[in-house]
């Protein structure tokens, strides 16, 4: 696939454009990919395939992928680049090293850019919402990080409907910067949130959804349908188990894998092809541990659902 045959699509009203499929640093950048080679191998494909939407976090490998994206990052064209970063969870035991204060979100900024090497991000991201402190004062500091250059954008991972609203109608009052973009979970198994809550309110914003795990951490690509494999994503993180893995959501899975058999499609091509297609989505983030994995995922751009087929997938992930 060519650089060509990439989609680009805007971030909901805000002109920059970002790649249809991009590529996310979280649990594999720093973390499960401990070879910098590979790592090179990985995000230079991505780029050469189209790929110009990398999405990391500080709190990813605790700032360990932001070091290791940002080391083949800096060494590509930066104007050709979307990079964002995130703001939010603890990154020590000092009481004032997490959450949306001004104080944390302004130094973390600094960190990140250090770690990643650049000069500014094009997106950074309220990682989650933060109920201790006043929505005017983060969306405060968003804005004068727009004003001083050190980001060009904003947006929230994971806030609710009312408080995309509510950080809205401040902004307005108060004439800053409104967040751009919301990054949530979105996949076959995890629809609730984006299809009744999220998407009504980033339409009637102008806010693009860039969405995570559209795989559902692996579960939809059959690697659970037999147990959790040592060392997988599932194995190591509570919640995420605890969440997909029910007897229900695996049959599911099952009779997915199936309709993805007869349709000629690979399970992980087929759950990205339907997340792409969702209304309001303007990238669908992709984790990746190897080349031919990227490659697998970057197939889904050529797939082409059925009418018929999705209206299969609807009735079975309702």
């Given at each position: 696939?060519?650089?060509?045959?990439?989609?680009?699509?805007?971030?909901?009203?805000?002109?920059?454009?970002?790649?249809?499929?991009?590529?996310?640093?979280?649990?594999?950048?720093?973390?499960?990919?401990?070879?910098?080679?590979?790592?090179?191998?990985?995000?230079?494909?991505?780029?050469?395939?189209?790929?110009?939407?990398?999405?990391?976090?500080?709190?990813?490998?605790?700032?360990?992928?932001?070091?290791?994206?940002?080391?083949?990052?800096?060494q590509l064209p930066r104007h050709?680049?979307?990079?964002?970063?995130?703001?939010?969870?603890?990154?020590?035991?000092?009481?004032?090293?997490?959450?949306?204060?001004?104080?944390?979100?302004?130094?973390?900024?600094?960190?990140?850019?250090?770690?990643?090497?650049?000069?500014?991000?094009?997106?950074?991201?309220?990682?989650?919402?933060?109920?201790?402190?006043?929505?005017?004062?983060?969306?405060?500091?968003?804005?004068?990080?727009?004003?001083?250059?050190?980001?060009?954008?904003?947006?929230?991972?994971?806030?609710?409907?009312?408080?995309?609203?509510?950080?809205?109608?401040?902004?307005?009052?108060?004439?800053?910067?409104?967040?751009?973009?919301?990054?949530?979970?979105?996949?076959?198994?995890?629809?609730?949130?984006?299809?009744?809550?999220?998407?009504?309110?980033?339409?009637?914003?102008?806010?693009?959804?860039?969405?995570?795990?559209?795989?559902?951490?692996?579960?939809?690509?059959?690697?659970?349908d037999d147990g959790v494999p040592?060392?997988?994503?599932?194995?190591?993180?509570?919640?995420?188990?605890?969440?997909?893995?029910?007897?229900?959501?695996?049959?599911?899975?099952?009779?997915?894998?199936?309709?993805?058999?007869?349709?000629?499609?690979?399970?992980?091509?087929?759950?990205?092809?339907?997340?792409?297609?969702?209304?309001?989505?303007?990238?669908?983030?992709?984790?990746?541990?190897?080349?031919?994995?990227?490659?697998?995922?970057?197939?889904?751009?050529?797939?082409?659902?059925?009418?018929?087929?999705?209206?299969?997938?609807?009735?079975?992930?309702?």
């Open positions: 696939m060519s650089k060509t045959a990439m989609p680009y699509r805007r971030l909901g009203a805000a002109g920059i454009k970002v790649s249809a499929l991009s590529l996310g640093g979280w649990t594999t950048f720093g973390a499960s990919i401990d070879d910098v080679d590979v790592a090179a191998r990985i995000l230079r494909t991505a780029f050469e395939k189209g790929v110009n939407f990398f999405d990391i976090a500080d709190v990813y490998a605790k700032g360990e992928s932001e070091k290791q994206m940002g080391a083949v990052l800096r050709e680049l979307v990079i964002s970063s995130k703001v939010y969870w603890p990154m020590s035991e000092d009481p004032n090293d997490q959450g949306l204060s001004r104080k944390h979100i302004i130094e973390s900024v600094e960190k990140s850019l250090r770690r990643i090497g650049t000069d500014y991000l094009d997106v950074y991201f309220c990682h989650r919402f933060d109920e201790n402190v006043r929505v005017e004062e983060t969306a405060r500091a968003m804005d004068d990080l727009i004003h001083h250059g050190k980001i060009l954008y904003w947006g929230t991972s994971e806030w609710t409907g009312a408080q995309l609203r509510d950080v809205h109608a401040i902004a307005d009052k108060r004439n800053l910067y409104a967040p751009v973009v919301e990054q949530p979970q979105y996949s076959l198994l995890a629809r609730h949130k984006v299809e009744g809550d999220l998407l009504a309110q980033t339409r009637s914003l102008g806010m693009g959804l860039v969405v995570w795990s559209p795989l559902a951490s692996g579960v939809l690509t059959g690697k659970y040592a060392g997988s994503r599932l194995s190591r993180i509570d919640w995420l188990r605890e969440s997909f893995l029910t007897e229900e959501k695996l049959a599911a899975v099952k009779k997915f894998g199936a309709l993805a058999k007869d349709a000629g499609i690979s399970r992980t091509q087929l759950a990205l092809a339907w997340t792409l297609a969702r209304p309001g989505v303007s990238s669908v983030i992709m984790g990746a541990t190897s080349v031919p994995q990227l490659e697998e995922n970057l197939g889904a751009l050529d797939v082409k659902v059925s009418p018929e087929l999705l209206q299969k997938l609807d009735a079975l992930f309702a």
